[in-house]
C-alpha cells in the first residue's frame, strides 16, 4: 500500500442502520478515510448518528451534505427506490459515490446517471468482492487452476420479522430479490467473469407484494449454470459452492464472514464421493465494511485495487429484470443486451 497523502473526506446521506452499525465504524477505522458529515431527514437524527461517532458536521438534508465544498465521497444509504436519484444529485455535485445495493430497481433506471463526469468514481457497494478472500477466489477461478468452473449455487437467506422494515413495501424496493438476490446474482457473474444468457426463476410471494422466496437458475451458456435461493422468511443461511472441473470450492460464512476468525476456501480435488482431499485457504478476521470503503477511497487517489463502474451495477439489474420478468412468465427470459 502507498503511502496516504490524505484521507478522502465522506458525507452519509441518511441515518440508516447500515450507516450506523457498519459503513460508518468502517469509515472511522479506515486510515483512507475520514468521516465528515452525515444528512438525515431529522436534524436530530443525524447529531445522535454524528456524536456517536464523532463525525463533525450534522445535516438536516441531504442536499446540505452534497453543497459541503469538504465533501469529496458520499454514501448513498438509504431505501432502495432512492438510490439512482441521490446518486445523480451527488455526481452532479462533483462528489464520488458509492451506493447502497441494489444500485437501481430496474437497469432502465439507471438511466439517469448518463453523461455524469466520467472523473467521478461511482459505484454500487457490494462489500463482499472487497474481501481478500474473495479477490483470491476469484484469481484462482480466473487462472482455472482446477480446470473452468461450471457450476455455481448458493443458499442466503435470514427470517425479517420487522413489519416496520422498508424492505416489507414493494414501493420501496422491497423483498428477498432487491435484499438479497442481487448479492447471489452478482456472486454468479463474479465467479464465471460473464453474463448470463438467461434466467428461469420462480417466487412466493406475501399479501404486501413483496417476494418473500426467490428460486433462480441462470444460464451462462456452454453447460454453465448458477442456482440459488434466496429469502426473508428462513433462517439464517450463507453459502456458496462451485464446482470446477478438477475441484469442488466452497466458502462458509460466504457473504458476513466472521471479525474475529478466520475467513476460509476449502478446495477438495478428490474424484471419488467416497473420499475427500481437502485444503484449506485460510485469510485473516476483518471489517469487510472497512475493506470496502478504503479500496474506495484508494481507487479515488488513483490506486489500482478492485474497482466496479456502473457498467457493473447495469448488468446485474439486467438480471434482475429477467429475474422478475420470468417470475411472472413461468419461461426462461433472456438478459438484455447479453
Known amino acids: 500500500m502507498n503511502h496516504i497523502v490524505a484521507p478522502v473526506r465522506w458525507g452519509i446521506l441518511g441515518a440508516a442502520r447500515i450507516a450506523d452499525g457498519a459503513i460508518i465504524p468502517g469509515l472511522v477505522k479506515s486510515a483512507w478515510c475520514e468521516p465528515l458529515a452525515i444528512g438525515a431527514r431529522s436534524k436530530e437524527r443525524a447529531r445522535a448518528m454524528a456524536g ?111 413489519e416496520a422494515d422498508f424492505r416489507q413495501k414493494p414501493e420501496f424496493g422491497g423483498g428477498a430479490y432487491y435484499d438479497l438476490g442481487c448479492y447471489t446474482a452478482m456472486t454468479a457473474r463474479y465467479v464465471f467473469g460473464a453474463e448470463p444468457k438467461r434466467v428461469f426463476a420462480a417466487t412466493q410471494n406475501n ?54 476468525s478466520p475467513n476460509t476456501i476449502a478446495i477438495d480435488t478428490s474424484a471419488d464421493h467416497a473420499n475427500s482431499n481437502i485444503h484449506t485457504l485460510e485469510f485473516p478476521a476483518l471489517d469487510q465494511y472497512e475493506e470496502e470503503v478504503t479500496n474506495f477511497a484508494r481507487a479515488i487517489r488513483g490506486e489500482a485495487v478492485p474497482y466496479f463502474d456502473m457498467n457493473d451495477a447495469r448488468a446485474n439489474a439486467a438480471v434482475a429484470d429477467a429475474v422478475f420478468a420470468s417470475a411472472r412468465s413461468g419461461t426462461w427470459i433472456d438478459v438484455k443486451g447479453y
Open 52 to 162: 456517536k461517532h464523532g463525525i463533525a458536521r450534522a445535516y438536516g438534508s441531504y442536499e446540505e451534505v452534497l453543497a459541503d465544498p469538504d465533501v469529496e465521497a458520499v454514501y448513498v444509504a438509504l431505501p432502495n427506490h432512492l438510490h439512482v436519484e441521490w446518486t445523480r444529485k451527488a455526481a452532479d455535485a462533483g462528489k464520488h459515490v458509492l451506493c447502497e445495493k441494489p444500485a437501481a430497481m430496474t437497469a432502465a433506471d439507471l438511466d439517469l446517471l448518463e453523461g455524469v463526469d466520467p472523473a467521478l468514481k461511482i459505484s454500487e457497494a457490494f462489500m463482499v468482492r472487497q474481501q481478500p478472500r474473495w479477490i483470491k477466489l476469484r484469481e484462482i477461478l480466473a487462472a482455472e487452476e482446477y480446470g473452468k468452473p461450471l457450476s455455481f449455487s448458493s443458499l442466503l437467506s435470514f427470517m425479517m420479522a420487522n
Open 207 to 260: 399479501a404486501g407484494g413483496i417476494d418473500m422466496f426467490t428460486s433462480v437458475i441462470l444460464d451462462f451458456g456452454s453447460g454453465r449454470h448458477a442456482t440459488f435461493m434466496v429469502s426473508l422468511a428462513q433462517a439464517s443461511s450463507q453459502s456458496i459452492h462451485i464446482v470446477c472441473e478438477r475441484a469442488f470450492i466452497s466458502l462458509p460464512q460466504a457473504y458476513v464472514p466472521s471479525r474475529v
